[in-house]
């Protein structure tokens, strides 16, 4: 099976920064997408970000220009960059791919998520 290991999360002061991680490991033939979405309890989970394989980002309005996802395709790790992070960032950030695990089979998979918390 394929698994998503996050890593990054934590507490930050309002203007901090702080660098998410997720990395794939497992049976993958390729990984089309990666991308970030988040999520806050009694709330629908949205994304946030978003890149191809070719490297083509997508970014939710709230974060353009704070925010800057990446991947390394050689070690199937897609990053977040966060800066100037607000409260209202608060959220489980969860990692997201989608690929090619199997010759006949893509799939959608999710990470465990990371709590970020931005408060003084």
């Known amino acids: 099976q394929v698994q998503l290991v996050e890593s990054g999360g934590g507490l930050v002061q309002p203007g901090g920064s702080l660098r998410l991680s997720c990395a794939a490991s497992?049976?993958?033939?390729?990984?089309?997408?990666m991308g970030w979405y988040r999520q806050t309890p009694g709330k629908q989970r949205e994304l946030v970000a978003t890149?191809?394989?070719?490297?083509?980002?997508n970014y939710a309005d709230s974060v353009k220009g704070r925010f800057t996802i990446s991947r390394d395709n050689a070690k199937n790790t897609v990053y977040l960059q966060m800066n100037i992070l607000k409260p209202e960032d608060t959220a489980v950030y969860y990692c997201?791919?989608?690929?090619?695990?199997?010759?006949?089979?893509?799939?959608?998979?999710w990470g465990q998520g990371t709590q970020v918390t931005v408060s003084s």
């Open positions: 997201h791919t989608y690929l090619r695990t199997t010759i006949f089979r893509e799939s959608v998979l």
């Open positions: 497992g049976s993958i033939f390729n990984i089309y997408t």
């Open positions: 890149i191809t394989s070719d490297g083509s980002t």
